[in-house]
């Protein structure tokens, strides 16, 4: 299970919608309690897409903004529990190429973004044994989903 505060996905969205018709990434950050499968996001870092040539439909994320980030949170009980990334005027479902590179341990939400405008977003866990993701329960604390 994921949970995030509106607050933070909305700030999210705001970057995701802000970077139509490119996709976008970036890192949340926050806690995990394995007893209960949950990663709590906190805050979050927007990250540099250098995909230049296919930004509108597949991001790579900058290896430096994922270093600073984990140097950032280094001797604080946070660190990154997941990896945020746009679709544009595509579902939020992973694709293949999302699954190539995927790590385990990492919630990954996916948010579709059409004409401009966040239409929907899920969150995924990638299945490491089946190479394959899965969908997992998405707790947006503060208000109702968007």
């Known amino acids: 299970m994921l949970k995030i505060p509106s607050k933070v996905l909305r700030e999210i969205y705001d970057h995701t919608e802000a970077s139509y018709p490119n996709e976008c990434c970036g890192l949340m950050i926050g806690t995990v309690n394995d007893a209960r499968d949950t990663r709590e996001v906190h805050t979050f870092r927007k990250c540099k897409n250098l995909n230049t040539e296919r930004a509108h439909d597949r ?3 900058d290896p430096l903004d994922m270093l ?7 001797g604080v009980p946070w ?13 939020s479902r992973p694709s293949q ?38 969908e997992e329960p998405l707790v947006i604390e503060g208000e109702h989903q968007k």
């Open 59 to 61: 991001y790579d994320m």
């Open 68 to 74: 600073k980030t984990q140097r950032e949170f280094e």
């Open 79 to 91: 660190d990154i529990v997941g990896i945020y990334h746009s679709h544009p005027d595509h579902p």
């Open 97 to 134: 190429t999302d699954t190539d590179r995927a790590w385990p341990d990492y919630s990954y939400i996916i948010i579709s973004v059409r004409k401009g405008t966040v239409a929907g977003a899920n969150t995924w866990v990638l299945n490491e044994n089946e190479r394959r993701f899965d």
